[in-house]
């Protein structure tokens, strides 16, 4: 029994561990952001440029680009080998609790001028200090991406990153950490690396690795259209970004027009509706 005990203390004081080196990073980030002060409200309009697009400057623009990204996508959900549209039971209430929590760090780093929305692009309507085409961001983003995860676990069933999973996520997690303390001073770019590194660090230590190996390879192929669609959003097609970014609190480096926080951002968001859904599937 003594034994019984003694397993059960080491038990709860690993699992005890485990939670506070997922809670730490968090707790860093509420901090920053408790003690954040707006040093500049300037915001980038000057972006590189991929192609210039003269029926973009519109502000029906951001609209657009949702009914883009979900009508090719709703018309495929019903093909008979995918069936994407028996997944949207477990897929909309995953989308719904992540993207509320999303939408909150949106909302507060609108307010702290971190980021804001160019009005020449979008209908004029705002609530809770985002455009309602953010409120569909969210949403409509989220719905597209995932059905390409669906579709290669279908059409690529053989998990070709089995082997490779833990290595590629310690890395993420190490990089991720450290950029996140060298990059304080950047708000968006510290908040995006710490939390992305404390959710990896719990799938890590919690979730199945198949979830992991899965979801960076249907990533991989999730850069293409997000690099497009997120493309537009930061000016790589129009005269100015949609999102216009405070130059002090990210890094600047761009692929394209995209800055990078926004690809680990993406990436954070992804995995955790994706991981959601899944852990539906079981319950």
């Given at each position: 029994m003594e034994k019984a005990i003694t397993k059960n203390t080491s038990w709860d004081r690993n699992r005890g561990i485990k939670i506070g080196g997922i809670l730490l990073p968090i707790l860093l980030v509420a901090v920053q952001w408790i003690t954040y002060?707006?040093?500049?409200?300037?915001?980038?309009?000057d972006v590189p440029k991929t192609l210039d697009v003269p029926a973009f400057e519109t502000n029906w623009l951001y609209l657009f680009l949702h009914l883009f990204a979900v009508i090719p996508v709703f018309a495929l959900s019903f093909d008979k080998r995918v069936h994407y549209h028996t997944h949207w039971k477990r897929l909309f209430p995953a989308v719904a609790i992540v993207a509320a929590l999303f939408i909150m760090w949106d909302v507060i780093f609108t307010?702290?001028?971190?980021?804001?929305?160019?009005?020449?692009?979008f209908l004029g309507v705002r609530f809770l200090s985002l455009p309602i085409e953010e409120w569909l961001f969210f949403f409509t983003i989220p719905f597209a991406s995932i059905f390409i995860y669906e579709c290669l676990n279908y059409y690529v069933p053989k998990d070709y990153?089995?082997?490779?999973?833990?290595?590629?996520?310690?890395?993420?997690?190490?990089?991720?950490?450290?950029?996140?303390?060298?990059?304080?001073?950047?708000i968006y770019t510290s908040t995006t690396f710490l939390l992305t590194a404390a959710f990896l660090l719990y799938h890590l230590l919690f979730l199945?690795?198949?979830?992991?190996?899965?979801?960076?390879?249907?990533f991989l192929v999730i850069l293409i259209p997000f690099t497009l669609v997120d493309g537009v959003l930061t000016g790589g097609y129009t005269i100015a970004p949609i999102v216009l970014y405070n130059p002090l609190e990210f890094l600047d480096f761009r692929i394209f027009s995209v800055p990078l926080e926004d690809y680990i951002y993406g990436f954070l968001m992804l995995l955790?509706?994706?991981?959601?859904?899944?852990?539906?599937?079981?319950?």
């Open positions: 002060e707006r040093l500049t409200d300037e915001l980038i309009y307010e702290m001028n971190v980021w804001n929305f160019n009005e020449k692009y990153l089995a082997t490779s999973e833990k290595g590629i996520t310690v890395f993420l997690i190490a990089t991720l950490v450290i950029g996140g303390f060298v990059f304080w001073n950047k199945p690795a198949k979830q992991r190996s899965r979801f960076y390879l249907a955790g509706m994706i991981s959601l859904k899944e852990r539906q599937k079981k319950a």
